[in-house]
């Protein structure tokens, strides 16, 4: 077994001393890199050790290629976590915080991971903060920062204010409390007003996940309809809906119960008062954030008020009711029944009249009824496709889409409504009420109002000496040094606003400021955003598909438009890694106390079989399960790799070694035979991990690697031995190395006799070689059937798969009971 522990601190020193890693100023051929910056919350384990060494596996493979690589790393260290831990502890949120950061730091240097390190942001940290800041005024600036009095989200365990993305069924992301509504006046972020691009934009992400695009696609949730005015006590309520068809068909109205016209009607009523109050509190509202589908109890009730229909004439009930979105539309929809699967339940619950005006049926076409009365119709589901329109007054017989056409075309000559786009996605709420964040940058004048701190007078330091013991309003309010101030405007004295921002915030912009992360005369240099930008690859995990990756768009896009960087999209490329499980098929977690800590591991088993055992197990966009198994065999391999280098002596062959196609130097001037096995394996190899590399099949290539240590195995054996024997030897560290880099450097520079490191080698290329074929026999029951042309050596799945292909063969197989396998030469279906 190899001393894996004096080898890897060995060459860790090396790249250090020779800044092996660190970043062109200039790149000549670039290549941005990065994985999502690490929460610190203490040692990294295996489930966060999979995102970076697949970034750090793409970054050594494309420095070999010859690309400048930008592979940056830092910290998201503000947030409420550290706040929480820091009270549990008895310590400030800045001390726990930067004792994680510490003991990760050295766990991601002990696995060796490539990161130039003289970039390092810590979000925390006030030289990074300054620019957050800045970033917000510069929102507000152009009016897209707003502050207002709203119904908000609010985690009662974690007191404070939650955006939209960050409740998850109903429940603080966080600390799974079951949020309620709470009434405060907040700043929010104008993202909708991006929502048309960042929507459009989708479709030109090419090598983005489509899971990904699908969730930002929905999060967004356009819809394009017409908004209708009912009228109700002689005022106008106007109704949201993409289905004007079905305008004939409205049995009620329902309203949310944070709407103010819920407020109106509990006034006069204390049983609507108590609904509306319970609603609120959450017991029965999951709040904005929620689709409406996600309720299977409806609660409601009826106000005993009425609004007319303004295309019927009809009056319907005005319900207030606990599935109406406050946050889509208007907060008012329209009761369809018949047609909405969402209203039939609550009808059914709350036995409201149920009246179709769509059918699929034309022989069903017959005069309205004028009277809801008389409707009480048999559906024992709604029906919500096209079809024509029934019961609808003059617009019956109307096909659905004509029917809207004609509706719309209705309403805007009356000046009873209007066409309308609505998305779901609502504005970004950023306040928190807690201590460990970046101050808002705002102050409150008597005299000048709101007014915004001066970028000069950035950065609005966090205070030290701080009660940060939740109490439902910020920790901040407390300490008169901070609040107490100045106006920058007139001079009188004034406020700070004590809200935090939230740390999505120092996310979506962190990207740009590896760029030049010194500097202190601005957040962003313009020409290295343009040498460098947009990053070409983006690895971490789905589950902010429509957090941190739609705000990274959104700021993108803003900056964008302020001329700061040359692109609206920040990366080319995402990648989404899977979980790691445990053995019991949990996903590994601290929390739950089944997580492998990194640090520990590598110092028994060492950082180059974890890092193969994490890459091999598995295609790295799915979950999968970690096991000892799998440790055991990625130390077997590498023992291999390192035993055969230490049998042989392969002393530094001439240049050729390294320069494809080989036969244009070939062997003594002569060109490389071509029917030399052990050389067409070789290339065979290079061409198979190279593609699954750039593919992320890191699993495969670990595979095929393998595969060429038992080629050279067997090719050391042989007498006298093959010509090609050594240079496989080199070829086989150079493919290694992305993925073993510390085993690997020792072979290539104390076995091979290089002088510099494997990673300034230039990556092997490949010579195609028309592969060699083999007839196979195709047999069914013993009797030849048909017969195909393989490549040699393929395997019995494949063999399999292109035989049932075949006709001839399909036909005569209904159940296999056996399969006959013989490399290259048959496969037999034995059915009986």
């Not at 208007?330 to 059914?348: L, N, Q, Y």
């Not at 701080?466 to 920790?475: A, E, I, M, Q, Y």
């Not at 394996?681 to 991990?689: A, M």
């Not at 063999?799 to 292909?805: D, I, M, P, R």
Request: net charge neutral.
């Amino acid at each position: 077994m190899y001393d894996f522990r004096t080898i890897e601190a060995k060459w860790q020193k090396y790249w250090d001393k020779h800044s092996i890693y660190s970043t062109s100023e200039h790149p000549s051929k670039k290549y941005y890199i990065l994985e999502m910056y690490a929460y610190p919350s203490g040692d990294l384990h295996i489930g966060h050790f999979r995102n970076y060494i697949l970034g750090d596996a793409i970054s050594r493979f494309k420095l070999m290629q010859g690309y400048d690589c930008l592979h940056p790393f830092g910290w998201d260290s503000f947030g409420l976590p550290a706040e929480e831990a820091a009270i549990k502890q008895g310590i400030s949120p800045r001390q726990w915080t930067m004792d994680n950061i510490a003991t990760s730091r050295s766990t991601l240097k002990l696995m060796g991971i490539s990161y130039d390190w003289n970039r390092e942001i810590i979000t925390s940290e006030q030289d990074y903060y300054k620019w957050t800041q800045w970033l917000f005024l510069k929102l507000h600036q152009r009016g897209l920062a707003y502050r207002k009095s709203a119904y908000v989200n609010w985690c009662p365990h974690c007191q404070t204010t939650l955006a939209n993305e960050q409740v998850k069924n109903g429940e603080c992301w966080r600390c799974g409390t079951l949020v309620t509504q709470k009434e405060l006046t907040q700043w929010f972020i104008k993202i909708t007003d991006y929502a048309e691009r960042l929507l459009k934009n989708l479709d030109t992400l090419t090598y983005w996940p489509e899971r990904v695009k699908q969730a930002q696609r929905y999060w967004i949730g356009k819809s394009e309809g017409v908004e209708i005015d009912f009228e109700y006590n002689g005022r106008k309520l106007p109704v949201f809906t993409t289905r004007a068809d079905t305008i004939y068909g409205v049995t009620f109205i329902a309203i949310s119960p944070l709407d103010e016209l819920a407020s109106e009607f509990a006034q006069g009523s204390q049983e609507i008062r108590n609904y509306v109050e319970t609603a609120i509190r959450g017991s029965i509202s999951r709040g904005s954030t929620s689709n409406r589908t996600d309720l299977s109890d409806k609660t409601g009730i009826f106000t005993y008020k009425y609004a007319v229909n303004p295309i019927s004439g009809e009056s319907v009930p005005i319900w207030i009711s606990d599935y109406v979105l406050p946050t889509y539309g208007t907060g008012v929809i329209m009761g369809v029944p018949a047609h909405d699967e969402r209203d039939f339940e609550f009808s059914k619950i709350h036995s409201i009249p149920i009246r179709q005006v769509i059918t699929e049926d034309r022989s069903q076409k017959s005069e309205v009824r004028n009277s809801l009365s008389s409707v009480l119709c048999p559906l024992t589901s709604a029906y919500t496709g096209e079809g024509v329109m029934v019961h609808s007054g003059s617009f019956t017989g109307l096909s659905s889409t004509e029917g809207r056409e004609a509706i719309i075309k209705h309403i805007k000559n009356k000046q009873i409504g209007r066409e309308k786009v609505n998305y779901h996605l609502k504005d970004w709420l950023i306040s928190r009420q807690r201590y460990w964040g970046a101050p808002i940058p705002i102050i409150y004048c008597p005299n000048c109002n709101v007014v915004p701190v001066p970028i000069e007078q950035l950065p609005i330091l966090l205070p030290s000496q701080v009660d940060f013991t939740p109490k439902g309003s910020s920790p901040l309010a407390s300490v008169e040094k901070f609040i107490n101030t100045k106006c920058p405007k007139c001079g009188s004295k004034a406020q700070r606003d004590t809200d935090t921002m939230d740390t999505f915030v120092d996310s979506s912009w962190y990207w740009l400021r590896y760029l030049d992360p010194h500097n202190d005369e601005a957040p962003i240099n313009s020409k290295l955003a343009s040498e460098w930008l947009p990053i070409d690859e983006y690895i971490g995990g789905i589950e902010h598909a429509t957090g941190h990756l739609l705000y990274f768009r959104f700021i993108s896009h803003f900056l964008h438009n302020e001329g700061l960087i040359p692109y609206e999209e920040p990366c080319i490329k995402l990648f989404t890694q899977g979980m790691i499980k445990d053995e019991q098929g949990k996903v590994m977690s601290k929390s739950k106390g089944n997580a492998v800590p990194v640090g520990p591991f590598a110092k028994e088993y060492g950082a180059d079989v974890g890092r193969i055992a994490v890459l091999f197990i598995g295609p790295p966009e799915q979950d999968a399960e970690w096991s000892i198994r799998g440790v055991a065999g990625a130390l077997r391999f590498l023992n291999r790799v390192y035993t055969l280098f230490f049998a042989n002596r392969c002393e530094q062959k001439p240049l050729y070694f390294f320069a494809f196609p080989a036969k244009q130097v070939g062997v003594g001037g002569e060109g490389v035979p071509a029917e030399n096995k052990l050389y067409k394996t070789i290339n065979r190899v290079i061409k198979k991990v190279t593609e699954d590399i750039e593919n992320h099949s890191h699993n495969t290539a670990i595979a095929t690697l393998m595969t060429l240590t038992n080629e050279l195995y067997k090719a050391q054996r042989g007498t006298p031995q093959d010509e090609w024997f050594g240079y496989g030897m080199q070829v086989l560290v150079q493919l290694l190395a992305p993925f073993a880099p510390h085993l690997s450097e020792e072979l290539w520079i104390e076995k091979l006799g290089n002088s510099e490191s494997v990673f300034k080698s230039s990556w092997p290329k490949w010579e195609e070689i028309e592969e060699e074929m083999a007839t196979i026999i195709i047999e069914v029951q013993g009797k030849v059937r048909a017969q195909i042309n393989l490549p040699v050596d393929t395997t019995e799945q494949k063999v399999k798969e292109k035989a049932l292909q075949i006709q001839n063969v399909v036909t005569r197989v209904k159940e296999i009971k056996k399969v006959v396998f013989v490399p290259n030469k048959l496969i037999n279906f034995v059915i009986e």
